[in-house]
C-alpha cells in the first residue's frame, strides 16, 4: 500500500517553501560573513582570518552533568547538530549507524525503533529519554521489545553512554543510555534575531516520499522565548536493493513540538515542551509472505516535560537540574486481511497496546576543594511509574480471547538514589566512586488471573581511576554493577501466539545484574599537523557478565515462559577517531563485540560488528559540505529464522550547501552502489510455502534524497 497525502496539503508545503526561499534569497543575496558567535554554534572557531575547527560539543555525563565527550572517562559519543543536518535521518535509527558500539533493530514495516548498545536491548537494558523523559514503550514483536517512536526532525543532538556507568539516568541501564534533546530557541534564532520562521521540504526518491518541517521562535523578552515546529511526513514503499518494492513500508507522519524557554532570574532556566506524535502505516506480520496478515496501523505519542535548571558558576554548592515528565505511547491495530483466520482473527478485529509513564529526576551537585582534590559530589533521586495495557479482539479456540501478540499488562514502580565523588588532583588524576540504589514494585496477575505483586532492590557500585601521564593522552580504567527489574511483559505475558504456542506468566522472576570491567584511553591533541587542526580519539575494551539473564524458554508442550538462565557473557573493543582540519574532517569507529549466553548460544539480538569511515571536504568559505561514507556491517544472527546473516557494505554521499545566509541546500545518497542485504536484526523475515521462516532482503536500496531550507529572522 502506498499512503498518499492530499493534494491540496502537498501544494500548500510547496508553496509555502517557495514564499520563503524567495524572501530568504531576496533579502540575503549576498551571504554575510561568519560572526565569531555565530561560527562557534556551528562548531567552528574564528581566529582572525583562520578557521579553527571544534570536536569538543559540550554534551551530557554518565552522571547528568556536562561534559565534552573526549573528557569523560566513559564509552561516550555525541551526534551533534551538525552531523544530524549532514545525515537528514527519516528515522531515528539511521542517526546511529557510524556510532561504535550501537545497532539499531529497525521494525521493517514499523516506522519504530530499538536501540541495542554492546550486545543488550529490549525492556529497558537501553534507558532511551527525550528531553530527560523515559521512553518506556512495550510490545513484542520479531525484532525484540522496547521500541520508541521519535521524529528526528526536532532534534539537537544524541548522546550515547555505553555500559552500566550511567546509572544515575535510573534503573535498568545495564545496556547504556540514549539521551536525546530536542531544539529550542536560543538554537534556531541568530544572535541578534528577535523571531525567525524557517520551512524544510525535502524528498526521498527512493520511496517516492516528502516531508516537510516548518519551524517558528520568538524571543519575546529577556525572560521568555518560545518555539514551535511541525513536521509532516509521507513516504510510500521503499525499493530494496534488489529492486523489489517491499510492501507496508509506507507512512504518513504528523508531529507538533511546542517548546518554551523561561528565565525567571539570572542562572535560572525553566524549559517546558511538549510533544504530539501520530504515525499511520500498514504492517504485514509475517513480512514477505505475499498471503500474510496485514494491519492498518496508527500510533500515538504524546509527552509534556518540565525542566528546572540551576547553574551559577560561583555558586559551588547548588548545581541543580529536577525534570518531571508524562509520556503516553499508544498503537491500535485493526486486521485488514487477506482473510478470516482463527488463529489470526477476523478482518476488523482489532489490538491495542498502551503504555502511560510518569516520572521525575532530581539531582545537584556541591564542588569543595579539600586534602589536595578538587571534589565534586553529584547526587539525586528517580521514580517512574509505567502502566501497561495491552488487548485483542483476535479470536483463538482456547482460551476465547488472547493477550495482544504476547505482551503483557501490568503496572510497575521503579525508584532510586546515587551518590557520586569526583576527585580531581590538577590534570593528572580523577578518580569517581559512586554507588546507586534501585527498588522496583510490580502488578499484575499470574497465569490462572489470580492478584500478584513483587518487588526488591539492591544497591550497585562504581569505582573509576583516570590518569594523564602525558599531555593529551589520558588511561582509565573502570568496575560498574547495573541492576535491571523484570518488565511487566517478562512477568505477566500470557496468551497465545496465532495458536502456534503460548505464553504463561512468571511472577518468581530474579532481577538481572550486571558486572562490567572497562580498560579505555582517550587522546586528545590540538595543532598536530596544523594551526586550526584538532585530533580526538577514544578506545575502549570491556568485559560484562550479567547474572540471572533473563530471556524466553520453552517448556514442552508448545508453552513458552520467560525465565531466568544463567547469564550472559558480553566482550569487546570499540574506538573512534575524529580529526578535523578546518578545511575538512575525517571520522573512523569501529566495535568488535562478541556476545552469548553462558551455554554458548547466540544472545538475543546479539550485536553485529561494525566498522565506518567518514571522509568530508569543506568548501566556499565553509559553506559547502561535501563528501562520502563507508559503512561495513559483519555477520549477524537472525533470532525468529535462527540463520546466519551475511555481512554487508554501504556506501553514502553528502553535500550540503548554504546557499545564503538563509538558505540550505541538503542533498545525499544512501547505498550509493544498491546493495542487496538484510538487517539481522530487523526481525523481517517472510515465510516459505512450507510455512517454514525465510531471511527478506529488507535493506533499502539505492535512495536519493533532495531538500531545500530556506528561513527569514529579524
Known amino acids: 500500500m502506498r ?8 501544494n500548500a508545503l510547496m508553496a509555502g517553501t517557495a514564499v520563503l526561499l524567495a524572501l530568504g534569497t531576496q533579502a540575503f543575496a549576498q551571504t554575510a560573513p561568519a560572526s565569531e558567535e555565530a561560527a562557534a554554534q556551528d562548531g567552528i572557531i574564528v581566529r582572525g582570518n583562520k578557521v579553527k575547527a571544534t570536536l569538543d560539543t559540550i554534551t551530557v555525563t554518565a552522571s547528568k552533568g556536562e561534559e565534552a565527550a573526549i573528557d569523560q572517562l566513559a564509552g561516550v559519543s555525541i551526534v551533534s547538530a551538525e552531523e544530524l543536518e549532514r545525515i537528514q ?3 531515528p535509527s539511521e542517526i546511529f549507524r557510524a556510532v561504535p558500539g550501537v545497532m539499531t533493530a529497525p521494525l521493517g514495516n514499523d516506522p519504530g525503533t530499538i536501540m541495542n548498545i554492546r550486545g543488550l536491548q529490549d525492556f529497558g537494558r537501553v534507558a532511551v529519554t527525550v528531553d530527560g523523559a523515559r521512553q518506556n514503550f512495550s510490545r513484542n514483536s520479531h525484532a525484540g521489545n522496547g521500541t520508541f517512536y521519535l521524529e528526528p526532525e526536532i532534534l539537537k543532538s544524541a548522546t550515547v553512554i555505553r555500559g552500566p556507568v550511567a546509572n544515575a539516568y535510573g534503573s535498568g541501564a545495564i545496556g547504556g543510555v540514549i539521551s536525546f534533546e530536542t531544539i529550542d530557541p536560543v538554537d534556531f534564532l541568530e544572535p541578534g534575531e528577535t523571531w525567525a520562521l524557517s520551512e524544510k521540504f525535502g524528498i526521498d526518491f527512493n520511496s517516492e516520499g516528502y516531508v516537510t518541517s516548518t519551524t517558528g521562535a520568538l524571543q519575546v523578552n529577556d525572560q521568555l522565548g518560545v518555539l514551535g515546529n511541525f513536521v509532516y511526513r509521507n513516504d510510500g514503499d521503499y525499493t530494496t536493493g534488489n529492486g523489489v518494492v517491499l ?3 509506507a507512512q504518513e507522519l504528523e508531529n507538533g513540538l511546542l517548546k518554551a524557554v523561561i528565565n525567571p532570574a539570572e542562572f535560572h532556566e525553566i524549559e517546558l515542551s511538549g510533544i504530539l506524535f501520530n504515525d499511520d502505516y500498514d504492517a504485514s506480520r509475517s513480512a514477505g509472505l505475499s498471503s500474510a496478515t496485514t494491519e492498518a496501523v496508527e500510533t500515538q505519542n504524546q509527552a509534556a516535560t518540565a525542566r528546572w535548571t540551576y547553574s551559577n558558576p560561583d555558586d559551588r554548592l547548588f548545581d541543580f537540574q529536577g525534570t518531571a515528565y508524562w509520556n503516553d505511547t499508544d498503537t491500535s491495530m485493526v486486521k485488514t486481511g487477506p482473510t478470516n483466520s482463527g488463529s489470526t482473527g477476523n478482518i476488523g478485529d482489532r489490538r491495542e497496546f498502551e503504555v502511560e509513564t510518569y516520572g521525575f529526576d532530581l539531582h ?36 476465547p480471547k488472547s493477550t495482544a501478540s504476547a ?9 532510586g538514589a546515587f551518590l557520586e565523588w569526583k576527585g580531581e588532583r590538577g590534570d593528572w588524576l580523577e578518580l569517581i566512586a559512586a554507588a546507586r540504589y534501585d527498588g522496583f514494585n510490580l502488578e499484575g496477575e499470574d497465569a490462572s488471573g489470580d492478584p500478584v505483586s513483587l518487588d526488591g532492590g539492591r544497591l550497585s557500585p562504581r569505582a573509576t581511576i583516570g590518569v594523564t ?43 538481572e545484574i550486571a558486572r562490567t570491567f572497562e580498560i579505555g584511553t582517550n587522546l586528545k591533541y590540538d595543532g598536530v599537523f596544523s594551526e586550526v587542526d ?138 550509493l552502489l544498491d546493495e542487496d542485504y538484510t538487517n539481522a536484526q530487523s526481525g523481517y523475515f517472510g515465510l516459505s510455502p512450507s510455512y517454514q521462516p525465510v531471511l527478506v532482503e529488507d535493506g533499502k536500496g539505492q535512495t536519493i534524497k533532495l531538500a531545500i531550507t530556506s528561513r527569514i529572522g529579524g
Open 247 to 249: 510492501g507496508d513500508t
Open 89 to 91: 535521518a527519516g528515522l
Open 3 to 10: 499512503v498518499s497525502g492530499s493534494g491540496r496539503h502537498f
Open 407 to 415: 505482551t503483557g499488562s501490568g503496572v510497575r514502580e521503579a525508584y
Open 469 to 511: 601521564p602525558l599531555t593529551g593522552f589520558q588511561l582509565y580504567g573502570t568496575y560498574a554493577e547495573g541492576y535491571r527489574a523484570p518488565s511487566i511483559t517478562e512477568t505477566f505475558v500470557g496468551g497465545s501466539h496465532q495458536n502456534d504456542f503460548s505464553w504463561i506468566p512468571n511472577p518468581d522472576l530474579d532481577p
Open 364 to 399: 545537584n551537585a556541591s564542588r569543595v576543594a579539600a586534602l589536595g582534590f578538587e571534589n565534586t559530589f553529584t547526587y539525586g533521586g528517580d521514580y517512574f511509574h509505567d502502566d501497561a495495557d495491552s488487548w485483542s479482539d483476535l479470536t483463538t479456540s482456547s482460551p
Open 534 to 671: 584538532q585530533l580526538r580519539a577514544k578506545v575502549a575494551v570491556f568485559h560484562t557478565e550479567v547474572d540471572d539473564y533473563i530471556d524466553i524458554v520453552s517448556l514442552g508442550g508448545g508453552i513458552s515462559q520467560y525465565q531466568n538462565i544463567d547469564g550472559a557473557t558480553i566482550e569487546g573493543i570499540e574506538a573512534e577517531l575524529n580529526y578535523d582540519f578546518g578545511a575538512g574532517f575525517l571520522g573512523l569507529a569501529g566495535a568488535l563485540i562478541d556476545a552469548e549466553n553462558d551455554d554458548g548460544g547466540h544472545l538475543n539480538n546479539a550485536p553485529q560488528n561494525k566498522f565506518s569511515a567518514t571522509v568530508g571536504m569543506r568548501a566556499f568559505e565553509e559553506r559547502l559540505t561535501y563528501g562520502m561514507q563507508w559503512i561495513s556491517i559483519g555477520e549477524g544472527w537472525h533470532n525468529a529464522v535462527e540463520t546466519e546473516v551475511p555481512a554487508y557494505n554501504l556506501v553514502n554521499v553528502f553535500a550540503n550547501f548554504q546557499v545564503s545566509k538563509n538558505v540550505r541546500v541538503d542533498f545525499a545518497i544512501e547505498n
